[in-house]
């Protein structure tokens, strides 16, 4: 049963924006390591971003200074604010909670084309 619910995905030309949604029970939230995820085509997944129940997060070399992850505890919801986009970047976003040794949403498509 997924979880992890993803939203926001998108077809968007290189320099453009787009912003990730991820709505989660309180209970794989809450205290929890969230992180964002993502897969290119013909490649394996990697950790896009993650962020502490503190705050406390760290990037990717590849989007750093261009994405930026951010929680709201009170909402239970996760969010990657994507700026700069670029061909690379394009992929499927899981989003992902540490509670129950990894869990996993279905994952938001986005595609940066010219």
């Known amino acids: 049963q997924v979880q992890l619910v993803e939203s926001g995905g998108g077809s968007v030309q290189p320099g453009g924006s787009l912003r990730l949604s991820c709505a989660a029970p309180a209970s794989i939230f809450r205290f929890y390591v969230m992180g964002w995820y993502r897969q290119a085509p013909g490649k394996q997944r990697e950790l896009v971003a993650q962020i502490s129940f503190g705050g406390s997060t760290n990037y990717v070399d590849s989007v750093k200074g261009r994405f930026t992850i951010s929680r709201d505890n009170a909402k239970s919801t996760l969010y990657l604010q994507m700026n700069s986009l670029k061909p690379d970047d394009t992929g499927v976003y899981y989003c992902?909670?540490?509670?129950?040794?990894?869990?996993w949403g279905q994952g938001a498509p986005v595609t940066v084309s010219s």
């Open positions: 992902w909670s540490s509670a129950a040794g990894g869990t």
